[in-house]
């Protein structure tokens, strides 16, 4: 009778289970989607991959249990028409945001998508204050963190003069990746005038001016100038966690230590580092302020002040892995708080705001580290510098070391990698090389 009642209630829990609604994860190209697939396809949870692509490392990863072709996520209209269609076919799916197009794009048009699917999304204001670092800045200044002294231009010669007064090296950077179709990434450039006002025009030219974005905020088509701090190569900060509505957050804290491009790229190793109760606190204003709730991340670099924001994502990231290895589920969480699972959400969050072990972990993109720094060394493009960067392998420092792809019991993401990373270097080799330079 007891064995029968055990099974009985295994079966009813396996049901329930089964019920539970299946997750879109956009982007599936992306190393934080990639992560958020493992962390709910290991819950059993139904993983529905979503991209233009029909390659990509999150459809190859066994706990995808489907994989869909969709628009570009930047064509927003179009992008949400796909998805509500979607949605309208049914079953009814959790959603989140996994880059800055879709999180743009689940905030405009929350009204129509809460009909179909389960979000948990700030309103649009709210992440305009996220995507926008000219309101991302100024609602830091309020809630009392540092950032870097910025400018604004409306010109290319108001940009040059800046870059006459400055001197130095600069960053000329985007107010959001969204204004601009190639032209995402900051740029470092010496304070010449007429380099810093060729550069500015670029920008100009390069932007998005059909982006449902710009039609919002139509003065981010003019980037941003920063100074540059070599001092944060290998050293920023970065904070992340999840934030719920009433105002609870868990945190983890590390330090970037090596990234592609070296000066300002991608991050692929990262290290364990204390919690800062200052910044905690300031952070915490800021979400306040703006409204913000679910997973973040912030960035911050030393300067002139102690620690300066200068990126805050509202979204699953790409080091995402990292922190779910040691032991914040930030998809679980997100998952949760979406489907409305009180039980399972609040367990979750227990679980997430322990940290024995911390400082045991660390995070690398294995292919990224070994791949290109090998093909570096033979090109003769790396520095003193870098190579000794390069050479600080985690696996050295730490008793555990999360990869960004290689799982041994996932395997085909990082054999998808590989062979991508080679096809690449073979089908565009003079682009290839030349990141290999930067």
């Known amino acids: 009778m007891e064995r029968a009642q055990q099974q009985e209630s295994y079966g009813h829990r396996l049901a329930v289970r089964r019920m539970r609604p299946p997750i879109i994860l956009a982007n599936s190209s992306y190393l934080g989607t990639l992560a958020a697939a493992r962390s709910l396809g290991r819950?059993?949870?139904?993983?529905?991959?979503?991209?233009p692509s029909a390659w990509s490392r999150t459809r190859f990863s066994r706990h995808t249990a489907q994989s869909v072709k969709c628009p570009q996520f930047e064509h927003t209209s179009e992008w949400i028409d796909w998805l509500v269609s979607l949605g309208q076919r049914g079953p009814r799916c959790a959603v989140y945001a996994t880059s800055d197009a879709?999180?743009?794009?689940?905030a405009r048009h929350k009204d129509e998508i809460v009909k179909y699917f389960d979000v948990y999304q700030p309103d649009i204001e709210t992440i305009l204050n996220v995507l926008d670092k000219k309101r991302l800045l100024q609602c830091a200044h309020d809630a009392g963190l540092g950032a870097p002294t910025t400018?604004?231009?409306?010109?290319?010669?108001?940009?040059?003069?800046?870059?006459?007064?400055?001197?130095?090296?600069?960053?000329?950077?985007?107010?959001s990746q969204l204004a601009y179709r190639h032209m995402t990434k900051?740029?470092?450039v010496d304070a010449n005038p007429m380099a810093v006002r060729d550069l500015f025009t670029k920008f100009e030219e390069d932007a998005a001016l059909d982006s449902e974005f710009l039609r919002l905020v139509p003065d981010a088509k003019f980037p941003m100038i920063q100074r540059f701090y070599p001092t944060s190569i290998g050293a920023v900060y970065s904070l992340s966690g999840f934030r719920d509505e009433s105002g609870r957050t868990?945190?983890?804290?590390?330090?970037?230590?090596?990234?592609?491009?070296?000066?300002?790229g991608t991050g692929i190793c990262f290290e364990p580092v204390e919690l800062e109760r200052e910044v905690i606190e300031r952070t915490e204003l800021l979400c306040d302020r703006i409204g913000y709730y679910g997973v973040f991340e912030l960035e911050f670099i030393r300067g002139d002040q102690d620690l300066m924001l200068i990126d805050f994502n509202g979204r699953f990231y790409g080091q995402m892995a990292y922190d779910i290895g040691r032991g914040m589920d930030l998809p679980r969480l997100a998952y949760e708080a979406a489907t409305g699972s009180t039980g399972d959400f609040e367990r979750v969050f227990a679980e997430s705001s322990k940290s024995d072990e911390l400082h045991s972990?660390?995070?690398c993109y294995g292919l990224e580290i070994n791949l290109t720094g090998r093909l570096r060394r033979i090109l003769a493009t790396i520095s003193e510098e870098e190579r000794t960067q390069w050479q600080q392998s985690p696996n050295d420092k730490f008793k555990v070391v999360v990869d960004a792809v290689a799982d041994p019991t996932d395997p085909m993401p990082g054999v998808f990698d590989t062979l991508h990373y080679l096809i690449r270097a073979i089908r565009h080799p003079r682009s290839f090389i030349?990141?290999?330079?930067q």
């Open 43 to 51: 819950a059993g949870i139904k993983v529905i991959a979503a991209d």
């Open 102 to 106: 879709v999180s743009f794009a689940l």
């Open 151 to 175: 400018w604004l231009p409306k010109s290319a010669q108001e940009a040059g003069q800046i870059a006459a007064d400055l001197g130095g090296l600069l960053l000329i950077k985007p107010r």
């Open 186 to 188: 900051a740029q470092i």
């Open 250 to 264: 868990v945190f983890r804290a590390a330090r970037k230590t090596l990234q592609i491009p070296l000066q300002t």
């Open 361 to 363: 972990v660390g995070y």
């Open 434 to 437: 030349y990141g290999l330079m």
